[in-house]
């Protein structure tokens, strides 16, 4: 595993590894290249990190109160402050992947470039960092992936601000609002991007950029004079929500991939059945025996292979992600 350098910090960009009068492509391919000295993390080397970050957290703050006795108490203290920071260095170097990843997707969205990008979506990174809880086992990727995408669609939002809304947009935007009220009396909750992509037929790209610039108040929007946040203001318990989220989608996401390399009759049953249809609503092997014109205990039995199918390690799927 290599060790970041002293030289690294956190919100190294795309600007800061190569001189800004250079093309852009080649300091990203150079920003690439560096982040690809480290190793992506184990579940379990995620645990030992976030729990040194914790530990030095709770260090600088007894320092900084005077909540320690004699020099040998201090000197334990600095050690833990400074391991974790260098926990935190290493964190974030290690998922700087998941940045760029998630910045292709608004690339050249309202103007703004992948250097502009990257370098928002490293602050989300960090936030996420920061703010991972390791107790609750939420896998960091997509718990990071939330952070960096409510990152980008901030600074997709704060551009449109000051460049006219074409007016296709607007007429996606209606589109999107329109589909989101339906979905919303159907599940009974906020429907996701994919979910008014799929009842839309828009892109889920375009439905997300669309919902970034109509966005009026992010989880990041400064609130007061003191420069507080409204994600300062929500409770603990909403870190679960956040959580559960991010690993609905990307559990939705893995079962969808993995469906969609079954044979045709198999992919048209489970995706019913799991509720990948455009209004989300499950359907029972009656209603499906009766649109392919096979019986109620003909469809349970292909159920039954397909799954079967999705167990097999090849497909890496868990067993809780098919229930």
Same mark, same amino acid.
């Given at each position: 595993?290599?060790?970041?350098?002293?030289?690294?910090?956190?919100?190294?960009?795309?600007?800061?590894?190569?001189?800004?009068?250079?093309?852009?492509?080649?300091?990203?391919?150079?920003? /690439?290249?560096?982040?690809?000295?480290?190793?992506?993390?184990?579940?379990?080397?995620?645990?030992?990190?976030?729990?040194?970050?914790?530990?030095?957290?709770?260090?600088?703050?007894?320092?900084?109160?005077?909540?320690?006795?004699?020099?040998?108490?201090?000197?334990?203290?600095?050690?833990?402050?400074?391991? $974790?920071?260098?926990?935190?260095?290493?964190?974030?170097?290690?998922?700087?992947?998941?940045?760029?990843?998630?910045?292709?997707?608004?690339?050249?969205?309202?103007?703004?470039? /992948?250097?502009?990008?990257?370098?928002?979506?490293?602050? $989300?990174?960090?936030?996420?960092?920061?703010?991972?809880?390791?107790?609750?086992?939420?896998?960091?990727?997509?718990?990071?992936?939330?952070? *960096?995408?409510?990152?980008?669609?901030?600074?997709?939002?704060?551009?449109?601000?000051?460049?006219?809304?074409?007016?296709?947009?607007?007429?996606?935007?209606?589109? *999107?609002?329109?589909?989101?009220?339906?979905?919303?009396?159907?599940? $009974?909750?906020?429907?996701?991007?994919?979910?008014?992509?799929?009842?839309?037929?828009?892109?889920?790209?375009?439905?997300?950029?669309?919902?970034?610039?109509?966005?009026?108040?992010?989880?990041?929007?400064?609130?007061?004079?003191?420069?507080?946040?409204?994600?300062?203001? *929500?409770?603990?318990?909403?870190?679960?929500?956040?959580?559960?989220?991010?690993?609905?989608?990307?559990?939705?996401?893995?079962?969808?991939?993995?469906?969609?390399?079954?044979?045709?009759?198999?992919?048209?049953?489970?995706?019913?059945?799991?509720?990948?249809?455009?209004?989300?609503?499950?359907?029972?092997?009656?209603? *499906?025996?009766?649109?392919?014109?096979?019986?109620?205990?003909?469809?349970?039995?292909?159920?039954?292979?397909?799954?079967?199918?999705?167990?097999?390690?090849?497909?890496?799927?868990?067993?809780?992600?098919?229930?």
């Amino acid at each position: 595993m290599e060790r970041v350098p002293e030289s690294f910090h956190p919100q190294m960009t795309v600007a800061t590894i190569r001189p800004r009068s250079e093309p852009l492509p080649d300091g990203l391919t150079l920003y /690439m290249e560096e982040m690809g000295r480290y190793d992506l993390l184990t579940a379990d080397e995620e645990v030992q990190l976030a729990q040194a970050i914790e530990a030095g957290r709770e260090a600088a703050v007894r320092l900084d109160t005077g909540d320690f006795k004699g020099q040998v108490e201090s000197t334990r203290l600095h050690r833990e402050a400074r391991a $974790g920071t260098a926990a935190k260095d290493r964190f974030v170097a290690s998922n700087l992947r998941l940045v760029v990843a998630n910045a292709r997707r608004f690339a050249n969205a309202n103007g703004l470039e /992948m250097g502009d990008l990257v370098q928002e979506g490293n602050l $989300g990174l960090i936030r996420a960092v920061e703010k991972f809880d390791w107790r609750k086992g939420f896998k960091f990727s997509t718990y990071a992936t939330w952070w *960096i995408r409510q990152a980008l669609q901030r600074a997709v939002a704060e551009k449109s601000r000051v460049v006219r809304i074409p007016v296709h947009l607007h007429e996606t935007l209606g589109t *999107i609002r329109s589909a989101s009220s339906t979905l919303r009396g159907i599940l $009974g909750r906020e429907p996701s991007p994919m979910e008014i992509s799929e009842e839309t037929g828009v892109d889920l790209v375009q439905v997300e950029r669309a919902l970034a610039v109509a966005s009026e108040v992010s989880i990041e929007q400064p609130v007061g004079e003191d420069g507080a946040e409204l994600a300062d203001f *929500i409770a603990d318990s909403d870190a679960d929500d956040i959580g559960l989220a991010a690993e609905r989608e990307e559990v939705a996401r893995e079962l969808r991939s993995a469906i969609s390399r079954l044979d045709d009759r198999e992919r048209k049953i489970l995706t019913a059945r799991f509720g990948f249809t455009n209004d989300g609503i499950p359907r029972t092997l009656e209603e *499906i025996g009766a649109g392919l014109k096979l019986t109620p205990e003909r469809i349970r039995q292909l159920e039954k292979r397909a799954l079967a199918k999705l167990r097999h390690p090849a497909f890496g799927l868990s067993e809780a992600d098919l229930t």
